[in-house]
């Protein structure tokens, strides 16, 4: 059943909806919620909408209990391709908890939090922005991993990463979702702009087997489930651009990697020269790793987790 959860008024006598598919069936009241489309420019979440709307519907004898998924929860950025909300130049992801008497996107910010508060699990799906490629993860604070690492090992994804500070801001829907006492787990995969088939399905797979876990579905196939590495910030080696200049990567993304080895070059146009090379300082698995070429100095080219974390896992 799609329903509207928010809505306000727009030029031109048009309406901003926010809108969800609940699937429901069966009598318990369990529920998660699968949410996206935070940010105009990460489209992972679309597809895996989709997927999970189509299997439930296949399957929906199978369910016992409430799926609600939001597919867009800034329409407005999704239409115009943009990361934030056009015309208020502003970050959806800064307006949480929102406010009833506060601007729109406060106002709405306001509703969309009441509708998904009591979910048993609240799944936050991103992309990487345009200029990283991220593999499959979720990302939290270490206040809430204890709480949220049994779910998040359930979700198939490659690397868990329990932030020493807080995964994101107080602002964000994430944490004002854990604050409230709702379970919300943040992924972050893939390029932005882009759909990446391979890790959606992965991530399919993961929400299935949540599912299962919930006693949410029966008699269904679920796919292996991968073992995460879970690891704190200080297991994370960065590497910024030396140079200013286009990256050209000599490494490919998701693997393992050598301290010292070269990630890739910085190389100069104009010049037909190498203007520096981009090195690994330390050994582990490359799991982020630059998509868009152009580089500055200092700009982030990859991250890299630290082979003895990994293995201490």
């Known amino acids: 059943m799609i329903k509207t959860i928010s809505q306000a ?8 909806k926010i809108q969800k598919n609940s699937i429901k069936n069966g009598t318990s009241k369990k529920r998660i919620c699968i949410v996206t489309g935070t940010h105009g420019d990460e489209l992972e979440g679309q597809y895996i909408c989709y997927a999970l709307g189509e299997y439930l519907k296949e399957n ?6 409430t ?11 999704i239409d115009s391709i943009m990361r934030g909300i056009p015309g208020y130049d502003l970050d959806m992801n ?26 048993d699990v609240c799944i936050d799906i991103h992309a990487s922005n345009i200029f990283l490629r991220e593999i499959p993860q979720i990302r939290m604070s270490i206040p809430t991993s204890e709480i949220l690492l049994p779910y998040a090992k359930m ?7 329990v932030h020493a500070s807080a995964t994101v801001l107080e602002s964000t829907l994430a944490h004002s979702l854990n604050s409230a006492g709702t379970k ?51 297991a994370v080696g960065f590497v910024n651009s030396p140079a200013a200049g286009i990256f050209v990567p000599d490494t490919e993304f998701g693997s393992i990697v050598s301290e010292g080895d070269i990630i890739g070059r910085i190389v100069d146009p104009l010049t037909g020269e190498i203007a520096e090379n981009a090195v690994a300082p330390c050994s582990g698995l490359l799991f982020t790793l630059r998509e868009y070429p152009v580089v500055y100095g200092g700009s982030l080219i990859a991250r890299i987790l630290r082979q003895e974390d990994k293995e201490n896992d």
């Open 67 to 77: 799926v609600d998924i939001y597919p867009a929860l800034n329409p407005l950025g």
């Open 184 to 234: 919300t787990l943040v992924v972050e995969m893939g390029v932005g702009m882009r759909i990446t088939k391979e890790y959606c399905k992965q991530l399919m797979d993961g929400i299935i087997n949540l599912l299962v876990n919930l006693e949410m579905l029966k008699d269904v196939e679920t796919a292996e489930i991968r073992e995460p590495v879970v690891s704190l910030d200080g």
């Open 94 to 119: 800064r307006t949480f908890p929102g406010t009833e008497s506060g601007t729109m996107p406060e106002m709405i910010a306001h509703e969309i939090l009441e509708d998904l508060k009591g979910a």
């Open 9 to 16: 008024g727009l030029a031109v006598n048009e309406k901003l």
């Open 155 to 161: 979700l198939n994804v490659d690397f868990v990463w």
């Open 60 to 65: 929906i004898d199978k369910l016992n209990g």
